[in-house]
């Protein structure tokens, strides 16, 4: 398995996680975009908004049931690496995914996956990876463990990290990204 995702788009490269794939994911914002060839099937089962694009009323969709070669989807919003670790996981490309994500790629990971509704779907990885991150809950610089585990619904990971932070920590909790996830009743807003 591999131990970290650092995918780097490579302008004219695509990376074929599924090789008869019917979608082309383009991934990167800048002028180096990454191009990642993957399954709509897939991604559909895997995600209501994914299956809601890919069905006939998106353009994406439509283009796909008329074209014979693979389609190109845009998603420059999103982040490459976690683009890349959740194809790599809806396709099952175990070799390819992480034991051990960064921080950040967890936590782009999780907006990602609240932005696709598929958390579930990646729920098994996700609740081995919060695992190994349970024990600094509360420390400093760890409180966008409670974030991930909101937008990953792992409920229980997020209730052991709530009473960490709780019984470990002075100071409130802060706006810290992406709080806009959380409930504003975790924060203390409402």
Known sequence: MASSSNYVPIAGVTVDIDPDGD????????????????????????????????????????TLAQSKAPITVPLPE??????????????????????NPSLTTLEE?????????????????????????????????YDVLLVIAYALDLPQSFLKISREIIIKRQDPLTSFPPAELLPEAVLGKA
């Open 23 to 62: 979608a082309v994911l383009e991934i990167g914002s800048t002028d180096v975009k990454g191009h990642l060839r993957v399954s709509s099937k897939v991604l559909a089962l895997a995600s209501p908004v994914f299956a809601t694009m890919f069905g006939p009323r998106f353009l994406e969709g439509n």
């Open 109 to 141: 990971f999780a907006v990602l996956c609240d932005k696709y509704d598929c958390s579930r779907a990646v729920r098994p990885w996700s609740m081995l990876w919060l695992q190994a991150y349970e024990s600094h809950a509360g420390e400093m610089g």
């Open 78 to 99: 999103d982040n490459p690496d976690a683009v890349t670790l959740l194809a790599n996981i809806l396709h099952l490309q175990t070799n390819e995914v992480p034991t």
